[in-house]
């Protein structure tokens, strides 16, 4: 790395040159490797080692810093046209051809490209929840499908507005209304908060109800956000500085009739079928971010000498960094299952699975976003405190894994919001067990 290109990426180099370069994105993608090399399928290492040849000179040729002033999403056209923004659809129905694809293959596509960059991976994220609603109930309606080819490729983020101002993670309850006209169409009002990548996104899926509070008549919603009435402002989330999430007010947005994917009545049933793949993602995300902070603390522990001895043989550091090293190796095991065995089943039922085992599924998903959720949250922490100063400054992606991590207890339901749902599944267990 160039003295220009250090500039850019940070005010002041806290770490030396020699450390500084063993922390390259390469070095980290061969630690990674290393330790998943027994873990992965044939296939799966496969798929794994060529996101990261294209991450590898992505950076390389575009002179990537991950600085403070890079706009991530110039980003995504380039990931867009390699299949890189998800593998959860084989993507025929658009004219995509993709060999490698699954919840499984998502994971590790994911894994490589967060090991890139935590917040465009966290971005990339976003946009699979518009692209997945889309994919399932496009009905082979043109718009539909011209939207869904837009997001697969790159050519715009996309984003979900479910969050509101005063509802939370009570996604059921929501205030948003939709008023069916003559033609078909409906009119939409109300606001919407935090949606991750909304400034910036083309196409949305917004869910709306036909009676304020009343679950049973939500609908689901394609936009397009040049409509007129839909306005949208950027909310500052400081630990995410390059991730864009809106605030929306919609009034009056008039949503063609071909535009609607769900209905008054269809629409809480179409958002509960994506949260088994929404919340695995967000665990494979936080896993993903785990073995970034490792990766980095690995590498470090074993170069910065202290009292003329690697720190890494002093108790407080390897016991330590063994200690989450082993258990995130131990999720990742489970979660890789969790996504091999919903592959399976999504493989054996014709590509959708059946309500009875999706429903099945929902308390696993709730278990490892989870559990994973706050394994990110202190592993991250702690390999930052191992490096000392140098996983605090801006030098490496410590910074950025430290910081996201703090946020993805909250996404995709709070942890409370899980531990609810788990402790509804121990309820219904009982039920079936005991007589």
């Not at 390389?60 to 995504?76: F, L, Q, S």
């Not at 790159?154 to 209304?177: C, M, N």
Request: a neutral charge; aromatic letters at 10%.
């Amino acid at each position: 790395m160039s003295n220009e290109e250090k500039k850019r990426k940070f005010k002041v180099q806290a770490i030396n040159d020699e450390i500084l370069g063993k922390l390259s994105l390469k070095n980290r993608y061969n630690w990674v490797n290393n330790n998943l090399g027994n873990l992965l399928t044939k296939e799966q290492n496969a798929f794994f080692r060529e996101v990261q040849k294209f991450c590898l000179r992505f950076e390389k040729k575009n002179k990537i810093t991950h600085g403070p002033d890079e706009d991530i999403y110039d980003w995504v056209p380039a990931f867009g046209e390699k299949g890189y923004i998800t593998r959860q659809h084989d993507g025929k129905c658009v004219d995509l051809d993709y060999a490698e694809y699954g919840l499984a293959m998502d994971f590790v596509r994911n894994l490589a490209i967060d090991m890139f960059d935590p917040q465009f991976a966290m971005g990339g994220g976003a946009t699979v929840l518009a692209i997945n609603p889309i994919y399932d109930h496009h009905d082979n309606v043109p718009v539909r499908l011209e939207a869904l080819k837009e997001l697969l490729t790159g050519k715009s983020p996309g984003a979900i507005l479910i969050t509101e101002p005063e509802r939370g993670s009570d996604a059921v309850h929501q205030l948003t209304t939709c008023d069916e006209q003559e033609d078909g169409s409906f009119l939409l009002n109300g606001v919407k908060i935090y949606n991750t990548n909304a400034p910036r996104s083309k196409w949305v899926i917004c869910y709306a109800t036909a009676e304020q509070n009343n679950g049973n008549k939500m609908a689901q919603f394609l936009i397009n956000t040049s409509w007129e009435g839909f306005h949208v402002e950027r909310v500052n989330i400081p630990w995410v500085p390059k991730l864009y999430l809106g605030k929306e007010t919609l009034k009056n947005v008039r949503v063609p009739k071909e535009y609607i994917l769900g209905g008054v009545g269809k629409g809480r049933e179409h958002l509960f079928e994506g949260l088994v793949p929404e919340r695995i993602c967000i665990a494979a995300m936080s896993v993903a971010e785990a073995w970034g902070a490792l990766a980095h603390a690995g590498i470090y522990v074993n170069l910065r000498k202290q009292f003329d001895q690697e720190i890494l043989k002093f108790q407080g550091v390897g016991f330590s960094l063994a200690d989450y090293w082993a258990r995130t190796t131990a999720l990742t095991f489970g979660l890789l299952k969790f996504c091999e065995s919903y592959d399976e089943k999504k493989e054996k039922f014709g590509g959708e699975i059946p309500k009875n085992i999706s429903q099945a599924m929902v308390a696993g998903a709730s278990q490892f976003k989870y559990v994973c959720t706050q394994l990110s949250k202190d592993v991250c922490y702690e390999c930052a405190n191992l490096m000392g100063g140098a996983g605090l400054c801006d030098n490496t992606l410590m910074y950025d894994y430290l910081n996201i991590s703090r946020i993805q207890e909250i996404v995709g339901g709070s942890r409370q919001i899980q531990q609810y749902i788990m402790s509804m599944a121990l309820r219904n267990l009982y039920k079936m067990s005991v007589f």
